[in-house]
């Protein structure tokens, strides 16, 4: 579940009052279009008890007078720089949060990660890895034409891998499940080849920076899970020293 001071805004304060976790990640998670990122987020949150903060998802809450907005994300296409910027910024007060944070889905764009960089140094916080998850083109059109998402709660669910217990009906809330607008095959199509334009100066800076842990995810998402814990528990091992 997302983070409710995210998805509100700048003003809405947070009330989540469990108890931070011993440590507090501050992860970004990057991927194309259905590898799995929203998944893994519910999965590491559970794991490691920091907060999920993705992007899309407050686009998808953002009221209808948002209607450039929408439309761009409805065809597939990025939101510009500057609405995500903006949007970030004024949730900035989540990132210095004491249970740490998942970003999903952001930065996007080499200038979306400088953006990110100047945030960061200015609230004094450090990333402590970029996790890229990865799979052939095939793999993700078969998770992204099988998924179906509860529009009230968020949850994500497949039709093969992941169905929920009652067909048609989230596990979570009981409300109706339905598939993405953006999952049409034309937002897909044009979704797939915009993160294949803009991801690689992405990745690079964050190479650069030594926080890349790449992580094949054409597998069961337990063994994806799996596989990100052990990439990121020598950094676990180095902050409990
Ligand atoms: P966003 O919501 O971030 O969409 P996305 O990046 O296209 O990713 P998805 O949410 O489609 O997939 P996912 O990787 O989370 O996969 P999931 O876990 O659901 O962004 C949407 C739009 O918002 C963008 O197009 C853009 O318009 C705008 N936007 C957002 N951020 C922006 C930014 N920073 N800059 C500009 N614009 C921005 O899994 C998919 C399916 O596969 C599910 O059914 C799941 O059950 C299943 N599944 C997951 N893992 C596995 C597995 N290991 N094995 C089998 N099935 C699996």
């Not at 931070?20 to 590491?44: E, F, M, Y």
Request: hydrophobic share 45%.
């Amino acid at each position: 579940m997302s983070h409710f001071a995210w998805l509100q805004g700048g003003d809405a304060r947070c009330t989540d009052s469990s108890p931070s976790p011993r440590r507090a990640w501050r992860l970004v998670l990057l991927g194309p279009p259905g590898i799995g990122k929203g998944t893994q987020a519910a999965a590491l949150v559970a794991q490691l008890g920091a907060c999920h903060l993705s992007t899309g998802e407050v686009f998808r809450h953002a009221r209808e007078d948002a209607a450039g907005l929408l439309a761009a994300m409805r065809r597939g296409e990025l939101v510009s720089d500057e609405a995500v910027i903006e949007l970030v910024r004024e949730r900035a007060h989540c990132l210095t949060c004491s249970r740490g944070f998942l970003l999903d889905g952001y930065p996007r764009t080499l200038e979306q990660a400088r953006s990110l960089d100047a945030l960061l140094a200015d609230l004094n916080v450090d990333l402590d890895a970029v996790v890229h998850f990865q799979a052939q083109e095939r793999v993700l059109l078969e998770r992204l034409a099988g998924r179906r998402v509860c529009m009230a709660c968020g949850a994500a669910f497949h039709l093969e891998h992941r169905p929920p217990s009652r067909a048609g009906r989230c596990d979570l809330c009981g409300n109706l499940l339905s598939q993405r607008e953006d999952d049409d095959a034309d937002a897909v199509r044009i979704r797939l080849r915009t993160y294949a334009a803009t991801m690689a100066p992405v990745l690079d800076h964050y190479r650069g920076l030594g926080l890349l842990y790449e992580i094949d995810a054409a597998a069961p998402s337990e063994v994806v899970l799996a596989r990100t814990l052990v990439a990121l528990d020598p950094l676990a091992r180095w902050r409990r020293v």
